[in-house]
């Protein structure tokens, strides 16, 4: 059972431009929802994460929207740089439940210059 | 910035051979846990620790895998008897509380299966 359904799987995005990536959940229960980056040959690092009582989380360039009624939620990157491409996971958990994540399967985003 | 130190980062071994994948997690971290994400697809929970046994564990986490922190600072992953569907990279994680926002990653082992 896929709880977490992220796309695209790759994106390319011109220096400046804005970088979306959605996800969609199963599970109800989930109240927490984080983004996580990667670069090659590390582990996944926490961006930016959300629980559904606000619509909208922003931290600098990047931002978080929430559709609590769609089961969905999505990362845009304001003015995406070369530094930002790397993978995006996001991933959901129930928080008053066992700690593990669910994850996402992951976008390769490319910021061309 | 403290950091959860993972070895090897790879580890290549034969089908049948037992592994142990080694994590040294951030010191005044309580909480541990093994994800693996197999190439191409997404990152899997295996399980977690606490207080020096397992809280959780997945469907994945079957009885040819086992966990233990031997000395108080190392937490590894052990498996038995390796399958070629064992290939995956291998993530450790700990976290100084149970909010998920503390969760901090390693590097990961790639293990390969052959």
């Known amino acids: 059972q896929q709880q977490v359904k992220q796309s695209p799987q790759s994106l390319i995005v011109q220096k400046g431009g804005i970088s979306i990536i959605n996800c969609a959940y199963e599970n109800t229960a989930f109240d927490y929802f984080p983004w996580y980056q990667q670069f090659p040959g590390k582990g996944p690092a926490l961006l930016i994460a959300?629980?559904?009582?606000?619509s909208e989380k922003k931290e600098g360039r990047f931002t978080i929207s929430f559709n609590k009624s769609a089961k969905q939620f999505s990362l845009h990157i304001m003015d995406s740089q070369p530094g930002d491409s790397a993978t995006y996971f996001c991933a959901a958990s129930n928080s008053t439940g066992a700690n593990n994540l669910f994850f996402g399967t992951g976008t390769r985003l490319t910021v061309i210059p | 910035e403290p950091e959860v130190t993972q070895t090897p980062s790879h580890q290549v071994t034969q089908m049948g051979q037992e592994v142990i994948l080694r994590c040294v997690p951030i010191?005044?971290?309580?909480?541990f846990y093994w994800y693996r994400q197999i190439l191409g697809q997404k990152v899997e929970f295996l399980v977690s620790?606490?207080?020096?046994?397992?809280?959780?564990k997945s469907e994945i986490f079957d009885d040819q895998f086992s966990v233990e922190r031997p000395d108080g600072s190392n937490f590894t992953l052990k498996i038995r008897s390796t399958k070629l569907e064992d290939s995956a990279m291998y993530f450790c994680?700990?976290?100084?509380?149970?909010?998920?926002?503390?969760?901090?990653f390693g590097s990961g082992t790639r293990l390969t299966v052959v």
């Open positions: 959300i629980r559904p009582d606000v």
């Open positions: 620790f606490y207080n020096n046994e397992i809280s959780e």
């Open positions: 010191s005044n971290h309580l909480y």
């Open positions: 994680a700990s976290s100084v509380d149970s909010l998920l926002m503390s969760y901090t």
